[in-house]
């Protein structure tokens, strides 16, 4: 399984971006596809997950309410509609997928899958 990530780029506060992860490769419907942020001298942090099949997602407490992750199976992309975006949201943004939605879909340390990051600058 192969991921690109697209979307990053430099927005002030209060405006919005929508993140691309393509998906290459073969996939079921029990992955979980997720999206991870890294902030200078920070760790990597869990930000949403999505189930490969199905409705199931997962938000992290930071976003709910304004990041959203969806997909479309279809097209084997995956995206993070970012929303009312802050300056504590500046981070290169990972896509990531595990073969198995049960059990750590919010833990970095088990995702089987990376993508390279994408760059998201939030400043006036």
């Known amino acids: 399984v192969q991921l690109q990530a697209s979307g990053g780029g430099l927005v002030q506060p209060g405006e919005s971006l929508r993140l691309s992860c393509v998906v290459s490769?073969?996939?079921?419907?029990?992955?979980?596809m997720a999206w991870f942020r890294q902030a200078p001298g920070k760790e990597r942090e869990f930000v949403a997950a999505?189930?490969?099949?199905?409705?199931?997602?997962l938000h992290a407490d930071s976003v709910k309410g304004r990041f959203t992750i969806s997909k479309d199976t279809a097209k084997k992309t995956v995206f993070l509609q970012m929303n009312s975006l802050k300056p504590e949201d500046t981070a290169v943004y990972f896509c990531?997928?595990?073969?198995?939605?049960?059990?750590?879909?919010?833990?970095?340390?088990?995702?089987?899958?990376w993508g390279k990051g994408t760059l998201v600058t939030v400043s006036s």
């Open positions: 990531a997928a595990r073969t198995s939605w049960y059990a750590g879909a919010r833990s970095a340390g088990l995702m089987d899958y």
């Open positions: 490769g073969r996939t079921s419907g029990s992955y979980a």
């Open positions: 999505i189930k490969w099949s199905g409705g199931s997602s």
